[in-house]
């Protein structure tokens, strides 16, 4: 059975980090995405990186948040620093096999972890 489980998430404050985990299992995914929904708000990509750690940001999170793999582990993570209130949201990771900054391209979803950013 193919899953993915993303972890991680808690309440910050503004300025500080937190460092999401996905872990696959049941298969080894080309690409690895984070994507993020805030209340009243469509998903939108976050962040993604590929097999030779090759990475796509959104303007929005480029010099703080940075994605990185352990494949030994089946395992991505998502370290974010210099977190804002806007970064509020329900973050998902996402395994997919092309390179693309849209949601509905990609296969499988983690249920989603939550991160709260207190100004």
């Known amino acids: 059975q193919v899953q993915l489980r993303d972890s991680g998430g808690g309440l910050v404050q503004a300025g500080g980090s937190l460092r999401l985990s996905c872990a696959a299992s049941?298969?080894?995914?080309?690409?690895i995405g984070w994507f993020r929904q805030a209340p009243g708000k469509e998903r939108e990509f976050v962040i993604l990186t590929d097999m030779s750690s090759s990475t796509n940001y959104a303007d929005s999170v480029k010099g703080r948040f940075t994605i990185s793999r352990d494949h030994a582990k089946n395992t991505a993570y998502l370290q974010m620093n210099s977190l804002k209130p806007e970064d509020t949201a329900v973050y998902y990771c996402a395994g997919g096999s092309k390179v693309t900054t849209r949601a509905d391209r990609y296969d499988y979803w983690g249920q989603g972890t939550q991160v709260t950013v207190s100004s």
């Open positions: 049941g298969r080894t995914f080309s690409i």
